[in-house]
């Protein structure tokens, strides 16, 4: 080991010590700690950082269509932040947030993420949601070699240096579910129904392929529904005349409470048909009503009811924050577990510069999330559980299936 | 036939039929109002989609009081009119306040009206919170109705079938059988011409915007038993309310009426015979085709201009 090396294996130590004792340090005793690290030294890519502070960004949509969904990971991830403060912040430095509004267009997305990144030159931001802004705001984090951590479960097929995905990639979502249904309900024959985008269709294409030569089972039906339409009659006839053992549906937004609303209305309640949902969490069901989905499974890695520590902490934090009424979605869940994991990246890599933390946060457990345990991989997604919940009429889910560990595969090989 | 039994093809059948009349009475009841407005006036309201969504806010809020205090089983009846009164109310407002300005400049009335909606959508989402709800219905608006044990008739779609043909009919006696009607017709007809004869033109231009606004909100609250509510739930209609409008001929209601009847046929037909996407897109290209062979749609009328 030369004297180089050992200098910046010293450097690393010191780090993963001041992480340690970051951990147990109490607010106001941050200051001391940020000594530790000479803001020249863990910033060398001129980003937002002082002495006492450092700067990140929250963009989701507050306005416009997406607000329904994105309001819970906005909540999750200023928890987040908060607690980290309390504990001391990052490296000594207390986490102050820019919050910057897509409002539900694509483009301003990318808009906003130059914003952030160039002007305000955040250390990290977190946020999109759909998977169009994700697209949309790619190729300025890329451009502008900025860290952008993304909670929704979305379809795969991306990998990025710059992006860590905290929500499940497709095959994580569908494959351990359609093999419980499998097995538990002995189900044979699927319809596909989805809103008609580019999740609900990967995903759709990798349960056909999937059902088909794995399961050995049939698609009696696919059927993509335009977003915002509320009109299912005919839909639901062609399933009764179908009758096939499960729905498998990703419907999203004002359809999914129409969907369902009409489907009761139509006769198609629990105790009549057998549906397993991708597209349903605690946060859609205020909308569409406990009454009209009891009974039916929802395939997620997250649900409110999960019992352990963490999650009764997290849940008890969460309503003492946004008030007792608040309901917490699997995508709200993983939006909190991006703060954790940037301070984990960043106290890793002793440095917030991007190129570091990037490179020093795959194979980093995180014990402490509410779903229990997740570890990300070096294809920037996490490992997770798949859980299957079944829905009671007050709008919580009974969980009734959980699967291993299931390492994240955005590329799957056979299902494209 | 296909593997089916005649029984089975035939209980599709009805229930095919009835999602189409179904679905027919829901484009109604999104078109009429706005047929006045448009039709008749000829004011671009954009805004036409949050006048549904007040109705609809309205039913949710009533229906949380009446689970408060006990009552869910007579409140929708009550909401539906109080969604009237609150639309027709803020319609008068807004014809008053920014309408009446604008009635010479139409391009001008677009912009100003869609300025509006959004305005409205934050005010909703500001107040009522950006996540969708749901109003709590009475037991007798839920579950199917059942003929046969195989044949399962929607009770909500029952019911928004007999506000559409109440509404409708409410419609025509006011348009057609009133002293007010006749004002209206006057003043479409030849505003100055009616003006001169000792009609308030003014005051009739008022009420009838407020009556199509009105109209919008029992169509919000019906539509609280299909779909949930949120801040943007009114754009999810203010297209197919275009749609029927100006397909039908933009200043004759019976055409609207036939409008309606023809999109949700032929669209819930399509829909059933292919997938539900392509179905949608065949309906708008058929609509593309007939409305540039008869610019005016079905209907036209023959106002003199």
Known sequence: MSTNDRRRFMTKVGALTGALLAVSMVSGMGSAFAEDFPTAKVNTTKLAVTDKTVKVGILHSATGTMAISETGSIQAEKLAIAQINEMGGVLGRKIEIIQEDGASDWPTFAEKSKKLLENDKVAAVFGCWTSASRKAALPVFEKDNGLLFYPTFYEGLEQSKNVFYTGQEATQQILAGLDWIAKEKKAKTFYLIGSDYIWPRTSMKIARKHIEQHLGGKVVGEEYIALGDTQFGSVINKIKLKKPDVIYAAVVGGSNVAWFKQLNAAGLNSSKQTMLTISVTEDEVLGIGGENLAGFYSAMKYFQSLKNPNNEKFVADFKKMWGPKAVIGDVTQAAYLGPWLWKAAVERAGSFDVDKAVVALPGYELKTAPEGYVKVDPNHHLWSKLRIGKWRADGQADVVYESELIKPDPFPKGYQ | MFGYSMAEIGNIMVMQGFAGLSMFSVLLLMALGLAIIFGQ?????????????????????????????????????????????????????????????????????????????????????????????????????????????????????????????????????????????????????????????????????????????????????????????????GTLYIVDSFMVVVFGGAASLFGTIASAFGIAQAQSILQFFMTSSMGKVATLLTIVGILMMRPEGLFASKVRK
Request: include cysteine; proline fraction near 3%.
């Open chain 2, 41 to 233: 006036m000829g004011v671009i309201n954009m805004a036409h989609g949050e006048f549904m969504t007040i109705g609809a806010y309205t039913t949710v809020m009533l229906s949380k009081l009446a689970v408060a205090y006990g009552f869910v089983n007579y409140y929708f009846i009550f909401a539906i009119i109080v969604a009237f009164v609150l639309a027709f109310a803020i319609g008068y407002l807004v014809e008053f306040t920014l309408i009446r300005h604008l009635y010479k400049r139409p391009l001008d009335t677009l912009l100003a009206t869609w300025g509006l909606s959004l305005v409205m959508q934050q005010i909703f989402r500001s107040s009522f919170g950006a996540k969708e709800v749901s109003a709590e219905l009475p037991e007798w608006l839920l579950g199917s109705f059942q003929p046969t044990p195989d044949i399962d008739i929607p009770i909500n779609g029952v019911f928004v079938m007999g506000l559409a043909a109440v509404v409708t009919f409410g419609v025509f006696l006011f348009m057609f059988r009133s002293q007010w009607g006749l004002r209206v017709r006057a003043t479409v007809q030849n505003r100055v011409m009616a003006g001169a004869v000792g009609i308030n033109t003014k005051k009739v231009d008022r009420v009838t915007f407020a009556l199509g606004c009105g109209i919008a909100g029992v169509a919000g609250a019906a539509f609280t038993t299909i779909a949930s509510t949120g801040p943007t739930t």
